[in-house]
C-alpha cells in the first residue's frame, strides 16, 4: 500500500483477529506451500525456503499471505488451526513456505483483463496473481495508483492516487502454479554453499530463531513415503544436536485406489513402513467444525502444543483423548464410509495408528502410541506412548542447550558432580510435577569415561528414568452376590 500523507487523528478498520494466542514452548516446523506471491517485495523477504515465525493470522497475512484454499496452499491449514481455533489459539509456529513466485510460475503469456473503475477503485479476485507483476495500462504504480490485498475477501484493491480513475482499463498480471511443486522440493536439501530448501531449511530454525524446532510437519505431503523418510531423517539430531518429533497422514488414496477403510489402512502403513518410533501417523481426516478439512497431523500438532503449554512445555501428557475441533470423521469425496466407533479406533490404536472418535459427548484425538507401536510385538518398552519418546527428546535437548556455553571450558572434577548434579536435579523436578515416576538418575559413571575418552576431552553421563505412562484403560469388576438379601432378615433396631 502507498505511504500518504497524515495531520490529524484517524480511525480505520483492520482485519477481524481471533483471540489471543497461548505462547508454547512446543515449535511445530510445517513444510509445504504459501500464498507469499501476495506479499510485496516477496524475492527480497526471506519467505522462501527459510523458516518464518508466526505468532497469529495477523502476523500470518502479513508476512507470508492466507488463502481458503488449502489445495493449492498447504500450509494455510496450519495457520488456521493454530491462530483461529474455536477450542483455543497456539503460538508460535515455524513455516517453510517452498512457493517460489519466480519458479513455480504458470505457463505461457501474462494474464490480461479488463478492469472497471467505480469511485476510483476496482478489484481483482484473485489469490494466484503475483502483486509484484500487477501493470495498470499507461498508468504507474505509486503515482496513478495503490495496490493492497484484502485477505479476508480474497481481493486485489487497486485504488486511485489523487485524481480518481474511471471507465475501463487493462491490466496484465503473471499468476503462480502450486500445483508444479514436487516432493523433490518439499524434501529439499543443503548444498556445500550453504542454500537450504524444503525439510533442509529446518536446520535454520536454531540458528536464526533461538528456537529448538521439536515437532515437524508436512500436510499434504507427509502421506507420501519419501517425504516421511524426509521428515523422519530431518528431525534427527537437527544442527548436529536437536531431536524433533514427525507427524504423518495416511492417504485417503493411493493412486486410483481409495484408502477409506480401517483394513486399507492398516495394510497401507505396513507396505509403506510408516513405522518409525520418532513419528505418529494418523488416519483418516477430520471435517472441522468451520466446514473445512483438516489433516489430523495439522490438529494433532495444534492439540500437542496446547497440552504442552499446560506443563510448561513439558511433553508428559499425550494429546489423546482431547478435544478436536471437529464434527465428523472425513474419508475423502465419494466415500460411502459413515465412521466408526472406538471400538474400530482400537484396532487402528493396536497397530500405532491415532485416529479420532466422538467419545464423552466430543470428538476427540484417539491413540497415545508412537508409529512404532504393535499390540504384543512390543520389544523397546519407550515406543508405546508417543510422550516416552517425547520426554526422552525433551530430556536430551534440555541437557544439550544448558550446557552449550560450558563446552571448551576446564573439566574440572568439581564442574563434571556440577552438570551431574544439575541434571539430578532437574530429573528429580520433572518427577515432582509427574513427568517422570520413580526416582530417576543421573551418573557419572569411569566404565564409561575411559581414559582413552577423558585425554579426547569427551565426557559421559547416563540418565536413567521412566516417563509416566498414561492410563490407557481403567476397568471396574463387577460381581454379582447374594449377600443383600440377608437385609431381609436382619435383627431390628
Not at 528414568?465 to 440377608?486: N, V
Request: hydrophobic letters at 40%; glycine letters at 10%.
Amino acid at each position: 500500500m502507498a505511504v500518504i500523507y497524515k495531520h490529524g487523528t484517524y480511525g480505520e478498520f483492520a482485519a477481524s483477529v481471533g483471540s489471543v494466542a497461548v505462547q508454547s514452548g512446543t515449535i511445530p516446523v510445517y513444510v509445504g506451500a504459501l500464498p507469499v506471491n501476495l506479499i510485496r517485495g516477496y524475492a527480497d523477504a526471506g519467505i522462501i525456503n527459510a523458516p518464518v515465525l508466526l505468532r497469529s493470522m495477523a502476523g500470518a497475512r502479513q508476512a507470508v499471505g492466507y488463502s481458503p484454499d488449502w489445495e493449492k496452499y498447504s500450509l494455510c491449514e496450519a495457520v488456521k488451526a493454530h491462530f483461529d481455533n474455536p477450542l483455543g489459539n497456539v503460538a508460535p509456529i515455524v513455516v517453510i513456505n517452498v512457493l517460489d513466485p519466480d519458479k513455480h510460475r504458470k505457463n505461457g503469456e501474462a494474464t490480461t483483463e479488463t478492469l472497471t473503475f467505480a469511485n476510483g477503485r476496482a478489484t481483482i479476485a484473485s489469490d494466484t496473481i503475483i502483486l509484484d507483476t500487477l501493470v495498470l495500462a499507461d498508468k504507474v504504480e505509486g503515482v496513478d495508483f495503490s495496490v493492497d490485498y484484502d485477505f479476508t475477501g480474497g481481493l486485489v484493491l487497486i485504488d486511485s492516487i489523487g485524481e480518481k480513475l474511471t471507465g475501463t482499463v487493462e491490466v496484465s498480471y503473471s499468476e503462480v502454479d502450486p500445483s508444479a511443486i514436487t516432493e523433490a522440493e518439499i524434501i529439499g536439501s543443503v548444498t556445500e554453499g550453504g542454500v537450504y530448501s524444503g525439510l533442509g531449511a529446518v536446520g535454520l530454525v536454531y540458528p536464526e530463531h533461538n528456537l529448538i524446532p521439536n515437532l515437524i510437519a508436512a500436510p499434504g505431503w507427509s502421506e507420501k513415503p519419501a517425504v516421511y523418510n524426509a521428515m523422519i531423517a530431518a528431525g534427527k539430531k537437527i544442527n548436529g544436536h536437536w531431536d524433533a518429533f514427525v507427524l504423518a497422514d495416511i492417504p485417503l488414496k493411493k493412486d486410483t485406489e481409495k484408502v477409506d477403510t480401517l483394513a486399507a489402512a492398516k495394510k497401507w502403513a505396513e507396505e509403506n513402513a510408516y513405522t518409525s518410533e520418532r513419528s505418529k501417523v494418523f488416519w483418516p481426516k477430520a471435517a472441522g467444525t468451520d466446514g473445512n478439512i483438516y489433516h489430523l497431523s495439522t490438529l494433532a500438532a495444534w492439540l500437542m502444543q496446547s497440552v504442552d503449554s499446560t506443563h510448561a512445555g513439558i511433553p508428559m501428557e499425550t494429546p489423546s483423548n482431547k478435544p478436536l475441533p471437529a464434527a465428523r470423521q472425513y474419508f475423502g469425496d465419494g466415500s460411502t464410509n459413515r465412521g466408526f466407533d472406538q471400538v474400530q479406533a482400537n484396532e487402528l490404536n493396536e497397530a500405532g495408528i491415532t485416529t479420532l472418535i466422538f467419545w464423552g459427548g466430543q470428538w476427540v484425538l484417539w491413540g497415545g502410541h508412537t508409529a512404532a507401536y504393535k499390540f504384543g510385538k512390543v520389544t523397546d518398552n519407550r515406543v508405546v506412548f508417543d510422550n516416552n519418546i517425547r520426554m526422552l527428546m525433551y530430556i536430551l535437548n534440555s541437557f544439550q542447550l544448558e550446557h552449550a556455553l560450558t563446552i571448551d571450558k576446564p573439566m574440572t572434577k568439581s564442574m563434571a558432580d556440577t552438570i551431574r548434579n544439575r541434571e539430578q536435579e532437574k530429573a528429580d523436578a520433572l518427577a515432582a510435577v509427574g513427568a517422570l515416576i520413580g526416582a530417576p538418575v543421573v551418573r557419572f559413571d569411569e566404565d564409561t569415561n575411559s581414559t582413552a575418552e577423558l585425554t579426547e576431552g569427551n565426557f559421559v553421563w547416563d540418565f536413567e528414568g521412566t516417563p509416566t505412562p498414561q492410563g490407557k484403560s481403567f476397568t471396574l469388576r463387577a460381581a454379582y452376590t447374594t449377600a443383600g438379601f440377608d437385609s431381609y432378615f436382619g435383627e431390628e433396631a
